[in-house]
């Protein structure tokens, strides 16, 4: 079966790259369909990643909050993790989103086919419905946009059982008492973060020298010493080599620094070692689409090696984040449809990790900047000298700015501690405006507020903060 209709654009995937891509088509006039292999819209995103593990690490601070309220004058009598109904939030949380976007569908005239597509041949998509039954669809563009699913270890493979991965943590009925968690990218480290928070004894087992490794090195630091006080366990340079499934749980037999060996054993092992694209059986091989090492090579304008084709978000080897998706989504369908837009920076996009105490970041670490061989020049500041983080009672941390010496440029700026995925929007509209040290010190920021910690710190490259 085959529709008579041809669409300016087809996107395959309905994740936050997808779908803002075909708002943002439609608003310019293209016609759109969306395939999605799912049943409801929105992608690992909003089904099983951003949304749902923000909404469970919500739960998480309230809990710390509350049981801590007596600090601050607000005591209760019993503070109890209700996790049936923190399920029953995240499950509400989620069921809004995908709802919302299926609204902005129909608001936007995009029209939607249910099914597994693949690309058939130039100009032309195949749509496999759930009994088996073909739609073929003609496009004069098509954005690849099918996501990522979680990778694991060889001879580890996740079972949903004992061994999890971040979609089958969502759905545990019960905390275990114990967790050990392989991987401490920002996946590994929020649900770490999470359900120490819960009741679990949890150990993070990370092959390389520092967690989170994408972030800048006093970070990690700064991130695996509250971890440390918090009661996780952090074991960097450490590699599991075997894995044990029984009755009692999983064990775990590790590598660590002098040829060491450790041994774990928890109830549970959360498998996040990062994710893979889903980029096989979609029709990229037989079209001749360019690929490398599974993901899809892009111009700046997110279009392949063949005419007509586009991809965005995860399938590219660019940082697997929702905002960047969203963002390569519009830069293609803006192309597509003759707008010249502007490429992407990818030094200025924003990183966010939502454990405890949180982490937000944009722009070069100073590794990388001396490594491009800048004169870099540094300011840092406490939230502890802050006097809205002292009131809020969650002081640790800091603001780190990185800058270079002859045009006292920002390089990039690094936080941990309160709010941190809130204020690095400062730091990324400051930035994307080349912003100086300077500049920022001359920015009047309101008191008392989280955010003079970042005006603190540009006063620091200089040599000048004030309240230290």
Same mark, same amino acid.
């Given at each position: 079966?085959?529709? =008579?209709?041809?669409? @300016?654009?087809?996107?395959?995937?309905?994740?936050?790259?997808?779908?803002?891509?075909?708002?943002?088509?439609?608003?310019?006039?293209?016609?759109?369909?969306?395939?999605?292999?799912?049943?409801?819209?929105?992608?690992?995103?909003?089904?099983?990643?951003?949304?749902?593990?923000?909404?469970?690490? %919500?739960?998480? $601070?309230?809990?710390?909050?509350?049981?801590?309220?007596? $600090?601050?004058?607000?005591?209760?009598?019993?503070?109890?993790? @209700?996790?049936?109904?923190?399920?029953? %939030?995240?499950?509400?949380?989620?069921?809004?989103? =995908?709802?919302?976007?299926?609204?902005?569908?129909?608001?936007?005239?995009? @029209?939607?086919?249910?099914?597994?597509?693949?690309?058939?041949?130039?100009?032309?998509?195949?749509?496999?419905?759930? $009994?088996?039954?073909?739609?073929?669809?003609?496009?004069?563009?098509?954005?690849?946009?099918?996501?990522?699913?979680?990778?694991?270890?060889?001879?580890?493979?996740?079972?949903?059982?004992?061994?999890?991965?971040?979609?089958?943590?969502?759905?545990?009925?019960?905390?275990?008492?114990?967790?050990?968690?392989?991987?401490?990218?920002?996946?590994?480290?929020?649900?770490?973060?999470?359900?120490?928070?819960?009741?679990?004894?949890?150990?993070?087992?990370?092959?390389?020298?520092?967690?989170?490794?994408?972030?800048?090195?006093?970070?990690?630091?700064?991130?695996?010493?509250?971890?440390?006080?918090?009661?996780?366990?952090?074991?960097?340079?450490?590699?599991?080599?075997?894995?044990?499934?029984?009755?009692?749980?999983?064990?775990?037999?590790?590598?660590?620094?002098?040829?060491? =060996?450790?041994?774990?054993?928890?109830?549970?092992?959360?498998?996040?070692?990062?994710?893979?694209?889903?980029?096989?059986?979609?029709?990229?091989?037989?079209?001749?689409?360019?690929?490398?090492?599974?993901?899809?090579?892009? $111009?700046?304008?997110?279009?392949?090696?063949?005419?007509?084709?586009?991809?965005?978000?995860?399938?590219?080897?660019?940082?697997?984040?929702? %905002?960047?998706?969203?963002?390569?989504?519009?830069?293609?369908?803006?192309?597509?449809?003759?707008?010249?837009?502007?490429?992407?920076?990818?030094?200025?996009?924003?990183?966010?990790?939502?454990?405890?105490?949180?982490?937000?970041?944009?722009?070069?670490?100073?590794?990388?900047?001396?490594?491009?061989?800048?004169?870099?020049?540094?300011?840092?500041?406490?939230?502890?000298?802050?006097?809205?983080?002292?009131?809020?009672?969650?002081?640790?941390?800091?603001?780190?700015?990185?800058?270079?010496?002859?045009? @006292?440029?920002?390089?990039?700026?690094?936080?941990?501690?309160?709010?941190?995925?809130?204020?690095?929007?400062?730091?990324?509209?400051?930035?994307?405006?080349?912003?100086?040290?300077?500049?920022?010190?001359?920015?009047?920021?309101?008191?008392?507020?989280?955010?003079?910690?970042?005006?603190?710190?540009?006063?620091?490259?200089?040599? %000048?903060?004030?309240?230290?």
């Amino acid at each position: 079966m085959s529709s =008579t209709k041809t669409y @300016d654009v087809c996107i395959i995937g309905s994740g936050p790259g997808g779908y803002v891509a075909a708002i943002r088509a439609s608003q310019l006039g293209l016609s759109v369909l969306m395939v999605e292999k799912e049943p409801r819209l929105g992608g690992v995103c909003t089904l099983w990643g951003c949304i749902p593990t923000k909404a469970l690490l %919500h739960t998480a $601070d309230l809990l710390e909050e509350a049981r801590h309220g007596g $600090d601050v004058g607000v005591a209760a009598r019993e503070v109890r993790l @209700d996790m049936p109904a923190a399920m029953k %939030h995240k499950e509400k949380i989620v069921r809004q989103s =995908t709802n919302g976007i299926s609204y902005l569908m129909k608001k936007n005239r995009v @029209d939607v086919a249910a099914g597994f597509g693949r690309l058939a041949a130039p100009g032309r998509v195949v749509v496999a419905g759930a $009994d088996g039954a073909e739609t073929a669809y003609a496009a004069k563009n098509v954005i690849v946009a099918t996501g990522s699913t979680p990778r694991s270890l060889p001879g580890m493979d996740i079972d949903d059982r004992w061994i999890l991965s971040s979609t089958s943590m969502l759905e545990l009925a019960e905390i275990p008492k114990s967790l050990v968690v392989i991987g401490s990218g920002a996946v590994g480290v929020e649900f770490a973060s999470m359900y120490a928070r819960f009741g679990s004894k949890v150990t993070i087992v990370e092959v390389l020298p520092r967690i989170v490794p994408v972030e800048d090195e006093e970070i990690s630091r700064e991130l695996a010493a509250s971890f440390k006080r918090q009661g996780i366990s952090v074991y960097p340079e450490t590699r599991v080599e075997r894995l044990t499934k029984g009755d009692a749980g999983v064990e775990l037999i590790a590598r660590s620094p002098g040829d060491k =060996t450790e041994t774990f054993r928890a109830e549970k092992v959360l498998m996040a070692v990062g994710r893979r694209p889903l980029t096989e059986n979609i029709g990229l091989e037989a079209l001749g689409v360019a690929t490398e090492k599974g993901y899809v090579k892009v $111009d700046a304008m997110m279009r392949t090696n063949v005419p007509g084709v586009y991809a965005i978000g995860d399938v590219l080897a660019t940082p697997a984040l929702a %905002h960047l998706a969203s963002a390569e989504g519009v830069v293609a369908v803006e192309h597509m449809a003759g707008k010249n837009p502007p490429p992407i920076n990818y030094d200025q996009i924003p990183g966010c990790t939502y454990c405890s105490p949180e982490i937000g970041s944009i722009g070069l670490t100073e590794a990388k900047a001396r490594e491009r061989g800048y004169d870099v020049v540094v300011g840092k500041f406490p939230f502890s000298a802050i006097g809205k983080a002292r009131i809020l009672d969650q002081a640790a941390g800091f603001v780190k700015i990185v800058a270079e010496k002859k045009y @006292d440029e920002v390089l990039g700026v690094h936080i941990i501690g309160p709010a941190a995925t809130e204020l690095v929007a400062e730091a990324a509209a400051a930035m994307k405006l080349e912003t100086t040290s300077e500049e920022l010190v001359r920015t009047i920021h309101a008191h008392p507020t989280l955010s003079e910690a970042i005006h603190e710190a540009a006063e620091a490259v200089q040599g %000048h903060a004030i309240h230290i």
